[in-house]
């Protein structure tokens, strides 16, 4: 004889069901409540099956009994040696035994999956980061831009002659005609500022202090800078860097559709200068895209390298001389492989711009307003 905890189901117990013990012995399965019997199924016809969420509770049937049932989620009374008798209850018990196999590989399987996609998540979180950020509206990025801008400009002097800004749009226009994504609407400002820089803002404003043209030896060095900042946008650097900053499962919304909550972390924390800063990687794509863009655009992209060698030589490969020079990769290790790309002798056109006379323009100008 072994006992049980169980339940036993009937419409004439409170509430149609009532906790007790369930023994098993040769003969009967006896349903008892305080050690008094309450009702029994003659083991010869009784009926075994398996239910309940998960299928976690054995139950027990008799046709001699059929308004009641008894039910356990004791597993182990399954082992009793009575139901190994008759080859009735042997083929309940098999059965059970392989559904509840067969749930726990199921279980097994699916937690593999599960473990599986997180890996392969974590392995290709760039590619998910770009292909979300890629997803995102650049209406989104352009309708934070202006207070960016206002902040970025703010207390320094504004080139706002017609002349420089034409021979501004000289250098500037064959990069943005070469930009694929016509959506990005690109503005160029200088300001007086004697560091060696120049900076994106997301949606295509971009932000070129006076000190990086009056430092460039020649007029494709500034056009390579600016390819650069371009491309910063085009990647989606600022995006992308917002979207990787996200949770695992805030990231995953936004992969299967939902890209609402990256509308709320650029409004909130993405309208800030300091979100500018790009990792190493960033870096080296914007160096690689730009370079393509100078190409395409049938600039010189020596230009880049020529800027990038000065930098170096005044600088060396401190970082903070320009924000496009971030923290990570290197000056020596950006111009080694910008260096590394074959050319094969083409030939470019030269931009129709004195660039003496663009910079002393520039000098004249701050020197008067």
């Known amino acids: 004889m072994a006992e049980y905890e169980g339940m036993a189901l009937h419409d004439s117990l409170p509430k149609g069901r009532k906790s007790g013990i369930i023994e098993v012995n040769d003969v009967d399965i006896i349903f008892k409540v305080d050690q008094k019997r309450l009702q029994a199924f003659p083991i010869s016809t009784t009926e075994i099956s398996q239910g309940g969420t998960g299928n976690r509770y054995v139950y027990f049937n008799s046709p001699e009994r059929s308004d009641w049932t008894f039910y356990t989620d004791d597993k182990s009374i399954l082992k009793n040696p009575v139901f190994a008798r008759e080859k009735t209850h042997q083929k309940s018990v098999r059965k059970i035994k392989n559904n509840r196999r067969l749930l726990w590989l199921s279980v097994q399987g699916l937690v593999g999956i599960c473990l599986s996609l997180i890996i392969l998540f974590f392995i290709f979180r760039g590619q998910i980061v770009e292909s979300v950020a890629m997803s995102v509206p650049v209406s989104w990025e352009q309708e934070i831009s202006p207070a960016m801008l206002e902040s970025a400009i703010a207390g320094k002097s504004v080139i706002e002659d017609e002349q420089i800004l034409a021979d501004l749009a000289k250098i500037t226009d064959p990069l943005v005609a070469a930009v694929e994504d016509k959506d990005f609407k690109f503005t160029f400002t200088i300001v007086e500022d004697p560091t060696l820089n120049a900076f994106a803002l997301p949606g295509g404003s971009v932000v070129i202090h006076s000190g990086l043209i009056m430092e460039a ?83 010189d992209p ?39 790309k074959p050319l094969n002798g083409k030939k470019f056109k030269e931009i129709d711009i004195d660039f003496a006379d663009f910079q002393n323009d520039i000098k004249t100008y701050f020197e008067v307003n």
Do not use: C
């Open 217 to 299: 030896d020649h007029v494709n060095e500034v056009a390579g800078v600016l390819a650069h900042e371009i491309s910063h946008v085009t990647r989606r650097h600022h995006v992308r860097g917002m979207v990787d900053k996200l949770g695992f499962f805030m990231l995953l919304r936004a992969l299967l559709g939902d890209v609402g909550g990256i509308g709320s972390e650029l409004a909130v924390y993405g309208a800030t200068l300091e979100s500018l800063k790009y990792s190493r990687d960033y870096e080296l794509e914007a160096d690689e895209s730009g370079w393509k863009l100078m190409l395409k655009s049938n600039l």
């Open 302 to 340: 020596n230009g880049m390298i020529d800027f990038f060698h000065k930098l170096q030589h005044e600088h060396g490969d401190m970082p903070e001389a320009a924000s496009f020079m971030s923290t990570h990769p290197a000056t020596g290790e950006r111009i080694e492989i910008l260096e590394a």
